[in-house]
């Protein structure tokens, strides 16, 4: 079974760019969360979705934005890009309790 | 905002001593979990305890729970340089988990 795919591995992008982020979790899993690792900052929570709908988001601002589409892959999108958006994002899938990550999109502005 | 702080943040022990790695968290939880991360990439899960649980073993695992104290400790026995990874415990809450900043553990060959 394939396990939670992320891509791409990296990303460079400029100050005020846009970046798309995407993410395939387990088959048969419906729910996907997307985190932000900031170095020194920990893992912090930034959208829920569930059946192709947004659940809940984290106290980022509307630039962080996404979706889930229909075969439950999702986009997490982030605009207008700052400096502090430099992170490491991790998206997850779950099952019952446990979540399965996947190995993240490193992003980087410059 | 994170669930809680773990403790410590950083450990450094010799091959075949135990790690044990404490964290606290400040609302209720449906469950405790603990993740591995090595090297900046994905999370791991390691396992998975229920509030209504007080203890519970997986291999060279153990963890703890203590509700009344909204504290739980993970216990890694017999450690090896392979174990060297940061670990993380995270709050089932009814939405989403919530994370602590987690422990770095290095285990020196």
């Known amino acids: 079974e394939a396990g939670v795919t992320q891509s791409p591995t990296h990303l460079i992008k400029t100050r005020g760019q846009q970046a798309t982020l995407r993410c395939s979790p387990i088959s048969g899993h419906t729910s996907v969360y997307w985190y932000q690792q900031a170095l020194g900052l920990g893992l912090q929570f930034l959208l829920w979705?569930?059946?192709?709908?947004?659940?809940n988001r984290g106290n980022f601002p509307p630039r962080f934005s996404g979706r889930q589409f229909p075969n439950y892959s999702s986009e997490l999108n982030v605009n207008a890009l700052e400096l502090e958006d430099s992170a490491l994002y991790l998206c997850?899938?779950?099952?019952?309790?446990?979540?399965?990550f996947g190995s993240g999109t490193r992003l980087t502005v410059v | 905002s994170q669930q809680g702080e773990e403790d410590p943040q950083a450990l450094s022990i010799q091959e075949g001593e135990n790690a044990t790695m404490n964290c606290s968290y400040k609302?209720?939880?449906?469950?405790l979990q603990w993740y591995r991360q090595n090297s900046g990439r994905g999370l791991v899960h390691l396992i998975l305890?229920?509030?209504?649980?007080r203890e519970k073993h997986s291999g060279r695992l153990r963890v703890t729970l203590d509700t009344s104290k909204k504290s739980s400790s993970l216990l890694i026995t017999a450690s090896r340089a392979a174990d060297t990874a940061s670990y993380f415990c995270a709050g089932a809450g009814s939405y989403q988990l919530t994370f602590g900043k987690g422990t770095k553990l290095s285990v020196i060959p």
């Open positions: 609302t209720s939880i449906n469950n």
């Open positions: 979705y569930d059946e192709g709908e947004e659940r």
């Open positions: 997850a899938s779950s099952y019952a309790y446990g979540y399965t």
């Open positions: 305890i229920r509030s209504n649980e």
